[in-house]
C-alpha cells in the first residue's frame, strides 16, 4: 500500500477508518479510506447501552463491523488505522461502562482486525453530533431530542450540562414539554384549567374518545416516547394561540439556555464568535428557539446558531479521521 505524509510530515500507511454512531433505534456504520471517501455503509439495530442492555450493545457493535468487513474485504478490513464509535447511553457520565464496552470489544475475537494495525476509541456521541453540525473544534452542542444534553469545547476547555435522563431532569426536552402538555391536560380535565386547546389535539393524537381512557392510554408502551412525540402538539397549540402551550415552550427555552450560558461561561468563550449546533427536533418549534437564541445573545453576542448539515455517523468520520494522526 502506497505511504502518504500526513500533516506532520511522518510517512505512514494508508491506512482505513471505522466510523460507528450508536443510538437508541440504530446503529450506523461507514468505512472510508483516511479522506473519509466512504467505501461502505451499513445499518443495524440499536445499540445504546441503555436501551438494549450491555451484551446486545457489544454484540451490535460487532454486527456493524462484520457487515463493513463483508463488504470491503479481509485486505481492507486488517488495514484499518482507527475504529471510532460514538455511542448514546450517557456514556460521557459513565468512564466505568467506557472501559468495559472497549474490554469486551477487544476480547472479541470475531472483529479482532480493527486491532491489527490500529485502535478502537469509545466515546459518547456528543463530539460527533457537534462535528455532524461544526467544522471546527471549538463551540458548544446543544441537543433537544426526547431528552437534553449540552457539551462545549474550547481549546482545552470542555463542560457538559443536562443529559441526566428524563426521571432526573432532562429540561427542554421532548420529553419534558409534552410531561407538560399532559400535566395541562390533567389541570384540564380537573376543571383546574380553562381553555386550552392542548386536551382536544393530544386527545386527537392518540386517538383517545374519553377521559377514562387517557390514563390507560399514557401508561401503554413507552411512556418516555409517547410524552416525547406531544412536543409537536405543544407547538401547534402555541401557534394557534394557547397561552399554556406557549408558557410550556417559553420555560422550555429558558431551561435549555441556561444549561448552555453555564457552558459558554465554563468554557470561556462567551466574547468569541463560535457556533452553537442545535440538534433534535424541538428546535422545530420557532417560538421556543427563537426565545432561546434572544436569551443566549444576551450573554454571547457573537454566536451563531446552526442545524447539523450532516448525519451524526459523518461527524464520527469527522473525529475519527483526527484520531487517525
Known amino acids: 500500500m502506497k505511504n502518504i505524509k500526513t500533516k506532520t510530515g511522518k510517512?505512514?500507511?494508508n491506512e482505513f477508518i471505522i466510523a460507528i454512531d450508536g443510538g437508541g433505534t440504530k446503529t450506523t456504520g461507514v468505512f472510508s479510506d483516511r479522506n473519509g471517501v466512504v467505501l461502505a455503509r451499513k445499518t443495524v439495530g440499536a445499540s445504546n447501552p441503555n436501551k438494549v442492555g450491555f451484551k446486545e450493545s457489544v454484540k451490535r457493535l460487532e454486527e456493524i463491523m462484520l457487515k463493513l468487513k463483508k463488504v470491503v474485504g479481509r485486505k481492507k478490513a486488517d488495514m484499518v488505522?482507527?475504529?471510532?464509535?460514538?455511542?448514546?447511553?450517557?456514556?460521557?457520565?459513565?468512564?466505568?461502562?467506557?472501559?468495559?464496552?472497549?474490554?469486551?470489544?477487544?476480547?472479541?475475537?470475531?472483529?479482532?482486525?480493527?486491532?491489527?494495525?490500529?485502535?478502537?476509541?469509545?466515546?459518547?456521541?456528543?463530539?460527533?453530533?457537534?462535528?455532524?453540525?461544526?467544522?471546527?473544534?471549538?463551540?458548544?452542542l446543544l441537543i433537544a431530542g426526547t431528552g437534553s444534553f449540552c457539551c462545549g469545547w474550547?481549546?482545552?476547555?470542555?463542560?457538559?450540562?443536562?443529559?441526566w435522563d428524563w426521571f432526573l431532569g432532562d429540561e427542554g426536552s421532548g420529553f419534558w414539554l409534552g410531561q407538560r402538555a399532559l400535566w395541562a391536560v390533567c389541570r384540564d380535565l380537573d376543571g383546574r384549567l380553562k381553555n386550552t386547546l392542548?386536551?382536544?389535539?393530544?386527545?386527537?393524537?392518540?386517538?383517545?374518545?374519553?377521559?377514562?381512557?387517557?390514563?390507560?392510554?399514557?401508561?401503554?408502551?413507552?411512556?418516555?416516547?409517547?410524552?416525547a412525540s406531544l412536543s409537536e402538539i405543544v407547538d401547534k397549540a402555541a401557534l394557534n394561540g394557547d397561552r399554556e402551550a406557549k408558557k410550556i415552550l417559553l420555560a422550555g427555552a429558558e431551561e435549555l439556555a441556561e444549561a448552555a450560558i453555564k457552558v459558554i461561561k465554563d468554557i470561556k468563550i462567551a466574547n468569541k464568535s463560535f457556533p452553537i449546533v442545535l440538534a433534535g427536533s424541538v428546535f422545530n418549534s420557532k417560538i421556543l428557539t427563537g426565545e432561546l437564541k434572544k436569551i443566549i445573545k444576551k450573554i454571547a453576542p457573537k454566536t451563531f446558531f446552526v442545524k447539523p448539515k450532516k448525519e451524526p455517523v459523518f461527524g464520527a468520520l469527522e473525529v475519527a479521521k483526527d484520531k487517525l494522526f
Open 154 to 163: 474550547h481549546g482545552r476547555l470542555k463542560s457538559q450540562t443536562l443529559g
Open 198 to 227: 392542548l386536551t382536544k389535539l393530544i386527545f386527537r393524537k392518540l386517538k383517545i374518545k374519553s377521559e377514562s381512557g387517557f390514563i390507560r392510554k399514557i401508561y401503554s408502551g413507552n411512556v418516555v416516547e409517547n410524552a
Open 11 to 13: 510517512k505512514v500507511k
Open 81 to 140: 488505522g482507527v475504529t471510532y464509535i460514538a455511542l448514546a447511553g450517557g456514556l460521557q457520565r459513565n468512564e466505568q461502562l467506557k472501559k468495559n464496552l472497549a474490554k469486551a470489544l477487544k476480547k472479541d475475537r470475531k472483529i479482532s482486525f480493527i486491532f491489527k494495525k490500529g485502535k478502537a476509541i469509545i466515546e459518547g456521541d456528543e463530539l460527533a453530533a457537534f462535528r455532524a453540525g461544526s467544522s471546527g473544534n471549538d463551540g458548544v
